[in-house]
């Protein structure tokens, strides 16, 4: 089954869906089979606006149809896969900047971005001056326009003695982090 969610973050940064009627897509229910691939066509029924818009295309897995036997459990794990799907005004850009940057004793990165940019980016993972990965496991990576977050990740304490810069990769680049090197806390 297909379902259609309009995408948006709140003032935390968090995700939030909604029901959509704006996403069309066809078909709504599909069966697809190990190894088989499957087009489904998408259409936004209002014209684009100004500002960039988001969708999440949920494609769920429906519970079988048998049911167990007298005396058997039957467990399914049902997978569900949200597909991003985004509207853009021609020539929409990210502008990410850092407002701050904090490494902790403990190795907890605090980073706060802010995207001040015209288009969602999304950020893959933050790397030192010596092109050192500082940390790849980044939770709700989409950063949408207007929207400010906070990253709390694991870091190695090296970055307070590299004084090096940091960057953040995202997939359309590499941005200096500013202040260029995390704030140690002692």
Known sequence: RL???RWTQNAQGEDV???ASDLVFFPKRLDIKPGDQKVVRLAISEPPGQGERAWRLF?????PAETPRDGQTKLSVLL???VPVFSSPAGAKPELKVSSSVLKRDGTLELTVKNYGASRTRISRLVSGEDRTVSDALPGRYVFPGIEKTYRVKADTALCREQGRLKIETDGALVDAEP???RCAS
Request: hydrophobic fraction near 35%; charge should be negative.
């Open 17 to 19: 869906y909604e029901e």
């Open 180 to 182: 260029a090197s995390p």
């Open 59 to 63: 494609v769920e897995e429906l519970p």
């Open 3 to 5: 379902r259609a969610a």
């Open 80 to 82: 569900t896969i949200g």
